[in-house]
């Protein structure tokens, strides 16, 4: 199992401005992942993080608008720049381990509301 | 990765056993099938996954009929606190590359 642990839990920001969420995993992943969710949605992969490389970007989102770093492979820190109102959602992050089933692990989430 | 669709909503009462189908006309022979339940403020969690015919553990079954293109995630006697959106997936688990695409999940109420 692997239990993840994100901060900040909440946050309340102002537009134009970035917020940098971090993601803690207790165990080493190779890859984790990060997901928005919007108020009475379903989760949107925004992309997938590997150790010692760039990030994967699905589409609609892009690396100057959610830049990713992953210095480890325990940790791993999205920023949402230049933020909108259209940005405030739930951020998730997540790890997938195979043992014997394959289960993706997700952290509580980031609330973000941008004013 | 194969499109799931399933039932937007669900209601059913405390006691009684739930049934929530889900399609994948297109799913892929090495296609696992997962589905995770979401509470309100939390992320979702994993509760069953399977390939083929039924799969039971301690929260749910799963059956998946011969030709795999749906499944039914059983929940035997809800209560209260089984009232989550469920989130059927389907995907390849041996790509290396495997990530967890989310559908539109069912919203299942359950009533007192």
Same mark, same amino acid.
């Given at each position: 199992s692997a239990?993840?642990?994100?901060?900040?839990?909440?946050?309340?920001?102002?537009?134009?401005?970035?917020?940098?969420?971090?993601?803690?995993?207790?165990?080493?992943?190779?890859?984790?992942?990060?997901?928005?969710?919007?108020?009475?949605?379903?989760?949107?992969?925004i992309a997938t993080a590997n150790q010692g490389s760039e990030a994967t970007y699905e589409s609609g989102f892009v690396i100057d608008k959610f830049p990713i770093s992953r210095p480890n492979l325990t940790f791993s820190t999205l920023t949402v720049s230049n933020m909108s109102p259209e940005d405030s959602s739930i951020y998730l992050?997540?790890?997938?381990?195979?043992?014997?089933?394959?289960?993706?692990?997700?952290?509580?989430?980031?609330?973000?509301?941008?004013? | 990765l194969a499109k799931t669709?399933?039932?937007?909503?669900?209601?059913?009462?405390?006691?009684?056993?739930?049934?929530?189908?889900?399609?994948?006309?297109?799913?892929?022979?090495?296609?696992?099938?997962?589905?995770?339940?979401? *509470?309100?403020? +939390? %992320?979702?969690? *994993?509760?069953? +996954? %399977?390939?083929?015919?039924?799969v039971t553990n301690e929260v749910a079954s799963l059956f998946i009929p011969a030709d795999r293109k749906s499944s039914t995630l059983s929940l035997p006697r809800v209560s209260l606190s089984d009232t989550a959106v469920y989130y059927c997936l389907v995907g390849d688990l041996n790509t290396g590359g495997f990530k967890t695409i989310f559908g539109a999940g069912t919203r299942l109420f359950v009533k007192a």
């Open positions: 239990v993840i642990s994100q901060k900040p839990s909440r946050d309340i920001c102002q537009r134009g401005t970035s917020l940098t969420i971090q993601c803690q995993v207790d165990s080493q992943v190779t890859m984790m992942f990060w997901y928005r969710q919007q108020p009475g949605q379903s989760l949107t992969l992050c997540s790890v997938e381990i195979a043992q014997g089933r394959t289960e993706a692990f997700f952290g509580q989430g980031t609330r973000l509301t941008v004013v | 669709t399933q039932p937007i909503s669900m209601d059913s009462y405390e006691g009684q056993e739930v049934n929530i189908t889900c399609s994948h006309n297109n799913i892929a022979t090495n296609d696992y099938i997962t589905w995770y339940q979401q *509470f309100p403020s +939390q %992320g979702p969690r *994993f509760i069953i +996954q %399977g390939y083929k015919t039924k």
